[in-house]
């Protein structure tokens, strides 16, 4: 039923008023003299050296698409996992091949090192 | 619960779709872009809870709103960024994108008139706790290769997103 996620709602909606209403006040209340070294971005301490929209290397890409795939792959227990013993026997072995069509490749991106950060 | 609360949520919801979805095509920055996207993914995932499909919602958030929106973001990481906001924001195509976008507006128009005799309103109100059981049920029993397929198909995209990005397999 969606009055199940009133709560949620109103979790959302005090999130949304909160944060902009303490920024508000803080805006207010602070003193406001701004200075080259306060503005600049906060690097642990350590003076930013180059922008940071700069390119990436590719290797984040790979990373994040295999990160998808097997995200995919957990959606997909889920609907199983909660009729695990309605589905019995059968579900399990049907579960295990999908895995195992899955892990071949797992084990194919580890063998041939697109895990590894070289 | 008064009656007027799910027409509120719906208005509000798709309100702030709707607004991320323009802000997406607006924006200079493409990761403003990406931030708005989410906005609207979110917005549409509590719109699939409101048609009490709490799966398709909770798909919709983990998924897109985690896994593709990751993907968009280090898209954009890898192209340059400067070039792209020094360019025009609408190109030449924004024609055929109208042309596009009116036969589509007339598409849901003609549907929305005569929708009734080609989708008969049928509201089945299955109670939502099962809905996730009523997925798995339908997954396993009858949708059984085409199951065991998609999992091919996610070995397909392991293969190709390695072949596309090493330079030597």
Same mark, same amino acid.
């Given at each position: /039923?969606?009055?199940?996620?009133?709560?949620?709602?109103?979790?959302?909606?005090? !999130?949304?008023?909160?944060?902009?209403? $303490?920024?508000?006040?803080?805006?207010?209340?602070?003193? *406001?003299?701004?200075?080259?070294? =306060?503005?600049?971005?906060?690097?642990?301490?350590?003076?930013?050296?180059? *922008?940071?929209?700069?390119?990436?290397?590719?290797?984040?890409?790979?990373?994040?698409?295999?990160?998808?795939?097997?995200?995919?792959?957990?959606?997909?227990?889920? @609907?199983?996992?909660?009729?695990?013993?309605?589905?019995?026997?059968?579900?399990?072995?049907?579960?295990?091949?999908?895995?195992?069509?899955?892990?071949?490749?797992?084990?194919?991106?580890? =063998? =041939?090192?697109?895990?590894?950060?070289? | 619960?008064?009656?007027?609360? &799910?027409?509120?949520?719906?208005? #509000?919801?798709?309100?702030?779709?709707?607004?991320?979805?323009?802000?997406?095509?607006?924006?200079? *920055? @493409?990761?403003?872009?990406?931030?708005? #996207?989410?906005? $609207?993914?979110?917005?549409?995932?509590?719109?699939?809870?409101?048609?009490?499909?709490?799966?398709?919602?909770?798909?919709?958030?983990? #998924?897109?709103?985690?896994?593709? /929106?990751?993907?968009?973001?280090?898209?954009?990481?890898?192209?340059?960024?400067?070039?792209?906001?020094?360019?025009?924001?609408? *190109?030449?195509?924004?024609?055929?994108?109208?042309?596009?976008?009116?036969?589509?507006?007339?598409?849901?128009?003609?549907?929305?008139?005569?929708?009734?005799?080609?989708?008969? !309103?049928? @509201?089945?109100?299955?109670?939502?706790?099962?809905?996730?059981?009523?997925?798995?049920? %339908?997954?396993?029993?009858?949708?059984?290769? &085409?199951?065991?397929?998609?999992?091919?198909?996610?070995?397909? %995209?392991?293969?190709?997103?390695?072949?596309?990005?090493? =330079?030597?397999?």
């Amino acid at each position: /039923m969606p009055q199940n996620y009133v709560p949620i709602f109103l979790f959302v909606a005090v !999130v949304a008023i909160a944060i902009p209403a $303490t920024l508000m006040i803080g805006k207010l209340v602070r003193p *406001n003299n701004p200075e080259k070294a =306060k503005l600049m971005p906060y690097e642990c301490g350590i003076d930013p050296v180059d *922008n940071a929209r700069g390119r990436y290397t590719v290797r984040f890409y790979i990373v994040a698409i295999l990160f998808v795939v097997f995200d995919v792959e957990t959606i997909f227990l889920f @609907p199983w996992a909660v009729q695990y013993r309605a589905l019995g026997l059968f579900g399990l072995v049907e579960m295990l091949v999908f895995l195992a069509i899955l892990i071949v490749g797992y084990v194919w991106i580890w =063998k =041939k090192g697109a895990l590894e950060w070289v | 619960m008064t009656p007027v609360a &799910p027409t509120f949520f719906f208005y #509000l919801l798709s309100t702030v779709a709707v607004v991320g979805a323009i802000l997406v095509i607006t924006r200079k *920055n @493409p990761v403003h872009s990406a931030l708005s #996207l989410i906005f $609207t993914l979110l917005a549409l995932a509590g719109l699939y809870l409101m048609l009490y499909a709490p799966f398709v919602a909770g798909v919709q958030i983990i #998924l897109y709103a985690g896994g593709i /929106m990751v993907l968009f973001l280090f898209v954009i990481m890898l192209v340059n960024i400067e070039r792209s906001q020094r360019e025009v924001q609408f *190109n030449q195509q924004w024609h055929v994108g109208i042309i596009a976008s009116l036969a589509l507006g007339f598409l849901f128009l003609y549907v929305y008139k005569h929708g009734s005799s080609i989708f008969p !309103v049928n @509201p089945v109100s299955m109670p939502e706790p099962m809905n996730t059981q009523q997925v798995g049920m %339908a997954l396993f029993r009858n949708y059984l290769l &085409p199951f065991e397929i998609a999992s091919l198909l996610l070995l397909v %995209a392991i293969v190709g997103a390695v072949v596309m990005a090493k =330079k030597r397999i």
